[in-house]
């Protein structure tokens, strides 16, 4: 299964981010801080590198991360050119106040309060870029939900006279170049229930789980998943929370549901769902398969 979700919308988005973008000094990438390189949108990556601009990535909920994770992402982050990350809960106002200064710090020709700075969010869907517009404005502005792409128009507003900020809709890509990251992302709910089949995202999930978490797993559920695939989890899921049909069955669709919201809400402890090095040995063995797939259809050409 290949998840992709690209709606009209977005594409809009795209379009306009580009204009602004050109008028603003730094931009604030929000991604999730469980999977930073999947929510991390390659299309904002080109557009702030097209004008030069600065970029202040913030690693949100990253009280739903894994520390060790999060200080590893962190050092791979500041170590690209005009990158400056920090993780950050969105939901913690003393967090959110370190922003604006930070922007500073990365545009000090704005410093001297002569031109405003000038701010613009972007990100995935879902990440909680309005939730921090919000929390930078203290005033409820943008609308904030727990389904992606809840924000569809782009809006400026004033921090002060000195300080500005647009929000911009989530935006994913045109193409997931890895079916992992797609996963990833529908697992974190960056992807509209729509554009996938719940029960595969959460085998998918359950799977990276059992490879990087299965203590968690195993306290959470209360069973032994010792020899557990991705499959065999939801099934016991389901059997551990009742989700069960007529005749004693279990309701594997039910149960994929539930263990994709303990996920989402934090009910299995801080988890990263990616490192830098598990990153690299993922799109190294996707290489390596598409090689091989490579080689294959070069050796039936020749044979034909």
Known sequence: MTIQWFPGHMNSARKKAAEVMAKIDVVIEVVDARLPAASTNPMIESLRAHRQRPCLKLLNKSDLADPAA????????????????????????????????????????RSDGTKPLRMMIMGIPNVGKSTLMNAMLKRRVAAVGDEPAVTKSQQRLDISPTMSLVDTPGML??????????FMLAASHAIGV???????????????????????????????????????????VARRRGCLVKGGGVDVDKAALVL??????????????????SRADMIAAAAAMAAAAEAVSSAADGEA
């Open 70 to 109: 999060t200080a590893e992402w962190l050092a791979y982050f500041n170590q690209q050119p005009g990158v400056k990350a920090v993780a950050i809960s969105c939901k913690k106002p003393a967090e959110v106040a370190r922003v604006p200064k930070l922007c500073q710090q990365l545009a000090p020709h």
């Open 173 to 182: 890509w045109p193409k997931i170049a890895y079916d992992a990251d797609g």
């Open 194 to 236: 729509n554009a996938v089949a719940e029960f595969d995202v959460a085998v998918a999930l359950g799977q990276l789980l059992l490879s990087r978490y299965p203590e968690r797993l195993a306290a959470r559920y209360k069973t032994d998943v010792a020899g557990f695939d991705g499959v065999r989890l939801v099934e016991e």
């Open 260 to 277: 994709l919201a303990d996920y989402r809400s934090g009910a299995l402890g801080p988890i990263s769902l990616e490192t830098p090095s």
